[in-house]
């Protein structure tokens, strides 16, 4: 993918975010990897619903900014670490989403409540420690948590979503979004009952195998 086109992407991913409120305001950012050693990310202080293509900054993993006229997100230190060490996460999304902030406020994880979350996350979503944002022990705090994990929920702050392509990054967040709202709701009639594990086990590894079109390309329309 040549970086014009993976810039359209990033600003379309941060336009679709905001439609389905998972960003609102300033807040929030996305990356992707490009090439080796390489990321091009959202700068800091920008609506993602008013992004341009030449806005996005490409950056190395080092923290050093190749191309690009603004700051980038001050959760660059968290995108490049992530990059660092998980050579399967091809993109990343950091969203500010109603029910799972609520969750990450309180402190709760999200458990798998449905077939659809475990079929394409399969796992818990686990909450960070509260580390001031920005910092490098913010972002080795992400990571530890994250671990190989597709999601985390970041306490009193956020959720961290990852994936091999910035539709399967939106497309997790989007699910914990779901899930968060989902888990809420259940408690709220008297209790949340989680799936199994031996069935999350079985519905992720089914997804993996057979679900979606060659390579597990999602149609989304970016």
Same mark, same amino acid.
């Given at each position: 993918?040549?970086?014009?086109?993976?810039?359209?992407?990033?600003?379309?991913?941060?336009?679709?975010?905001?439609?389905?409120?998972?960003?609102?305001?300033?807040?929030?950012?996305?990356?992707?990897?490009?090439?080796?050693?390489?990321?091009?990310?959202?700068?800091?202080?920008?609506?993602?619903?008013?992004?341009?293509?030449?806005?996005?900054?490409?950056?190395?993993?080092?923290?050093?900014?190749?191309?690009?006229?603004?700051?980038?997100?001050?959760?660059?230190?968290?995108?490049?670490?992530?990059?660092?060490?998980?050579?399967?996460?091809?993109?990343?999304?950091?969203?500010?989403?109603?029910?799972?902030?609520?969750?990450?406020?309180?402190?709760?994880?999200?458990?798998?409540? !449905?077939?659809?979350? $475990? @079929?394409?996350? +399969?796992?818990?979503? &686990?909450?960070?420690?509260?580390?001031?944002?920005?910092? #490098? %022990?913010?972002?080795?705090?992400?990571?530890?948590?994250?671990?190989?994990?597709?999601?985390?929920?970041?306490?009193?702050?956020?959720?961290?979503?990852?994936?091999?392509?910035?539709?399967?990054?939106?497309?997790?967040?989007?699910?914990?979004?779901?899930?968060?709202? !989902?888990?809420?709701? $259940? @408690?709220?009639? +008297?209790?949340?009952? &989680?799936?199994?594990?031996?069935?999350?086990?079985?519905? #992720? %590894?089914?997804?993996?195998?057979?679900?979606?079109?060659?390579?597990?390309?999602?149609?989304?329309?970016?």
């Amino acid at each position: 993918m040549s970086e014009q086109e993976l810039r359209r992407k990033i600003v379309a991913v941060g336009k679709k975010a905001f439609d389905y409120k998972l960003l609102s305001g300033t807040w929030g950012n996305i990356s992707a990897r490009f090439g080796k050693g390489r990321m091009l990310i959202t700068p800091s202080g920008f609506e993602k619903a008013a992004l341009k293509p030449s806005d996005i900054i490409l950056m190395d993993l080092e923290g050093n900014i190749l191309k690009g006229k603004w700051k980038p997100s001050s959760e660059m230190p968290m995108h490049s670490l992530i990059y660092k060490t998980r050579e399967d996460v091809n993109a990343i999304i950091h969203t500010h989403s109603y029910y799972a902030i609520a969750l990450a406020v309180a402190g709760q994880e999200i458990p798998v409540l !449905t077939s659809e979350f $475990a @079929s394409a996350v +399969g796992h818990n979503v &686990p909450v960070t420690r509260y580390v001031t944002s920005g910092t #490098r %022990e913010f972002a080795e705090e992400v990571v530890r948590t994250l671990g190989e994990g597709k999601a985390v929920l970041l306490r009193n702050h956020g959720v961290v979503a990852v994936g091999d392509s910035l539709e399967d990054a939106f497309q997790t967040a989007l699910l914990v979004e779901d899930e968060a709202r !989902t888990f809420i709701l $259940a @408690s709220s009639l +008297g209790y949340a009952k &989680p799936l199994d594990l031996n069935e999350v086990k079985k519905l #992720r %590894e089914a997804y993996l195998k057979s679900y979606g079109q060659e390579k597990r390309r999602l149609n989304l329309r970016l």
